[in-house]
């Protein structure tokens, strides 16, 4: 019997997404304070992470549990090479380099790959999911912040290929509760999703040290002193 994997995982992540989203980083762009260095090194790094997390998707079309979500609509890759492209010039790829972080997140993307293709779904999750439902919003902060056009570095957030992305967030829950999967395997995707969710944290975090030179330990400090409560979803699955 199908199982609620959708509500799982929403229900399951919150306390990590809270986390991630208190992170210094993650707290300073929200409240619309983004050094242009660090966004940079984060748009690098998230390249290296989507390039992981397609390519493996990509040869599991036929998986019966991975394939279902596998949606070319969705990948980022592409857009984070434009964005790249506009924060390094043509010769991003010679200049770019993943952070520590970002090498032990695409680590753990190629070994859940290799050992339990089924886990992917909570990386895919905790990625797409969040920038669909977040994308306008972060993409409306970063424009602001570091005064840039209205496309210029931001095609990570734009869903082109996706005309209503509510519609669709309703399709991929519905696919989620459809995977031929039994409890058993949704709790270690929920794990997994979590897992991501320190993965990008991780990442955050070795951004800080970036921010605070930027904008000075004072303001740092002030900005990152309350916390929030976060959700993957905006609206409840």
Same mark, same amino acid.
């Given at each position: 019997?199908?199982? %609620?994997?959708?509500?799982?995982l929403?229900? +399951?992540?919150?306390?990590?997404?809270? $986390?991630?989203?208190?992170t +210094?980083?993650?707290s300073?762009?929200?409240?619309?304070?983004?050094?242009?260095?660090? /966004?940079?090194? @984060?748009?690098?790094?998230?390249? #290296?992470? /989507?390039?992981? !997390?397609?390519?493996?998707?990509?040869?599991?079309?036929?998986?019966?549990?991975?394939?279902?979500?596998?949606?070319?609509?969705?990948?980022?890759?592409?857009?984070?090479?434009?964005?790249?492209? #506009?924060?390094?010039?043509?010769?991003?790829r010679?200049?770019?380099?993943?952070?520590?972080?970002?090498?032990?997140?695409?680590?753990?993307?190629?070994?859940?790959?290799?050992?339990?293709?089924? @886990?992917?779904?909570?990386?895919?999750?905790?990625?797409?999911?969040?920038?669909?439902s977040?994308?306008?919003?972060?993409k409306?902060?970063a424009?602001?912040? $570091?005064? @840039? +056009?209205e496309?210029?570095? @931001?095609?990570?957030?734009?869903?082109?290929a996706?005309?209503?992305?509510?519609?669709f967030? %309703?399709? /991929?829950?519905?696919?989620?509760d459809?995977?031929?999967i039994?409890?058993? $395997?949704?709790?270690?995707?929920?794990?997994?999703?979590?897992?991501?969710?320190?993965?990008? !944290?991780? !990442? #955050?975090?070795?951004?800080?040290?970036?921010?605070?030179?930027?904008?000075?330990?004072?303001?740092?400090?002030?900005?990152?002193?309350r916390?929030?409560?976060?959700?993957?979803?905006?609206v409840?699955?």
């Open positions: 019997m199908p199982v %609620a994997l959708a509500s799982q929403r229900e +399951g992540t919150k306390k990590a997404h809270t $986390m991630a989203e208190n +210094g980083f993650v300073c762009f929200l409240k619309g304070v983004v050094d242009k260095a660090s /966004y940079r090194t @984060l748009v690098a790094d998230l390249w #290296f992470v /989507y390039s992981a !997390m397609e390519e493996e998707i990509g040869k599991l079309a036929d998986h019966p549990v991975v394939g279902p979500i596998a949606s070319p609509e969705l990948n980022r890759r592409e857009s984070l090479e434009a964005d790249l492209t #506009f924060y390094f010039g043509g010769d991003w010679q200049q770019i380099r993943a952070t520590p972080g970002a090498q032990e997140y695409v680590a753990r993307m190629h070994q859940v790959a290799r050992e339990c293709p089924e @886990l992917l779904v909570g990386h895919h999750y905790t990625r797409y999911i969040g920038d669909l977040g994308g306008q919003i972060l409306n902060i424009q602001k912040a $570091m005064n @840039l +056009g496309h210029d570095g @931001l095609r990570f957030y734009e869903f082109d996706i005309d209503d992305e509510k519609a967030k %309703a399709n /991929y829950r519905a696919t989620l459809s995977l031929p039994d409890q058993a $395997m949704a709790d270690r995707i929920v794990a997994e999703a979590n897992e991501a969710f320190h993965c990008n !944290m991780k !990442m #955050f975090q070795e951004l800080e040290g970036n921010l605070v030179a930027a904008i000075g330990k004072v303001l740092f400090g002030f900005l990152t002193r916390t929030r409560t976060g959700s993957t979803e905006a409840p699955a």
